[in-house]
C-alpha cells in the first residue's frame, strides 16, 4: 500500500534562518507530487507542484523553492525564513490515473512552521 | 480560472443536529469534486468524493450531491456528533489533471 510521510511535525526556527521540509511517497512509482501551505485561519494554498523528478512548477511567488531529487522525494526549502512562512505545510501525492478516475489526493500528516 | 467557495464559519451547532455545509463551484467542463476534513491537528482526509453529475458521495454518515445545474456540492450530515469537529474543505480537480483547488474551509464545531 501507499504511504507518505512528512518531517519535521513541528518546527520553531528563528527568521533569516534556513529550512528543509522533506516527504517521501512509499509504494508508488512516479507520483505527483505537492506542497500546500496553510495559513493562520485560511484556506490551503497550492505552493509547488511535480510531475517528475527534476520538474517543478511554482505557483505562487514567494521566499520558498522546492525540489525533487528522486522520484518519490519532494523538498520544500528557504534560504532565509520571514514571519509571513509561519503556518502548516501539507505535503501531497497521486497519480495521472488516479487523478483521470477523480480519486483526488492522499496528503502527509503536516509541518508545522512557526517563525519567531 | 477554477474556484470553489465555501459558506465562512465557525459554524457551531449542538450534538446531534442537521449538518449543511455549503460549497459552490466555478469550473469549466466536469470537474470531480471532493470534501476534505482535517482534525485539529492532522493533516487532511479525504471525506468522499463525486465524478460526475447527481453523483452522491457518502461516508461515515456525511454525503453531498453533485449538482451540476446549481454548481454546487453541498455536505450534509443528519446528525452531527462531538468527534465531528474539524475543518472541512470543499475542493474540485480541474480537467488536466492537476492542482486540486480548495475552498478557504469550514470550522465545524459541535458542543454536547
Known amino acids: 500500500s501507499q504511504t507518505i510521510h512528512q518531517w519535521p511535525a513541528t518546527l520553531v526556527q528563528p527568521v533569516g534562518s534556513p529550512l528543509s521540509l522533506e516527504c517521501t511517497v512509499e509504494?508508488?512509482?512516479?507520483?505527483?507530487l505537492y506542497w500546500y501551505r496553510q495559513a493562520a485561519g485560511r484556506g490551503l494554498q497550492l505552493l509547488f507542484y511535480?510531475?517528475?523528478?527534476?520538474?517543478i512548477s511554482s505557483e505562487v511567488p514567494q521566499n520558498l523553492s522546492a525540489s525533487r531529487p528522486q522520484d518519490r522525494q519532494f523538498i520544500l526549502s528557504s534560504k532565509k525564513l520571514l514571519l509571513s512562512d509561519s503556518g502548516f505545510y501539507l505535503c501531497?501525492?497521486?497519480?495521472?490515473?488516479?487523478?483521470?478516475?477523480?480519486?483526488?489526493?492522499?496528503f502527509g500528516s503536516g509541518t508545522r512552521l512557526t517563525v519567531v | 480560472g477554477n474556484s470553489v467557495t465555501q459558506m465562512e464559519g465557525p459554524v457551531t451547532l449542538s450534538e446531534e443536529a442537521f449538518l449543511t455545509i455549503n460549497c459552490t463551484y466555478t469550473?469549466?467542463?466536469?470537474?470531480?469534486l471532493f470534501w476534505y476534513v482535517q482534525y485539529p491537528g492532522e493533516g487532511l482526509q479525504l471525506l468522499l468524493k463525486a465524478t460526475k453529475a447527481d453523483d452522491k458521495g457518502s461516508n461515515k454518515g456525511f454525503e453531498a450531491t453533485y449538482r451540476k445545474e446549481t454548481t454546487s456540492f453541498h455536505l450534509e450530515k443528519g446528525s452531527v456528533q462531538v468527534s465531528d469537529s474539524a475543518v472541512y474543505f470543499c475542493?474540485?480537480?480541474?480537467?488536466?489533471?492537476?492542482?486540486?483547488?480548495f475552498g478557504a474551509g469550514t470550522i465545524l464545531r459541535v458542543k454536547s
Open positions: 469550473a469549466t467542463g466536469y470537474p470531480s
Open positions: 475542493a474540485l480537480s480541474d480537467m488536466d489533471g492537476n492542482k486540486l483547488v
Open positions: 509504494g508508488t512509482s512516479n507520483p505527483n
Open positions: 511535480s510531475v517528475g523528478i527534476g520538474q
Open positions: 501531497a501525492w497521486s497519480t495521472p490515473d488516479r487523478e483521470l478516475y477523480g480519486y483526488g489526493y492522499t
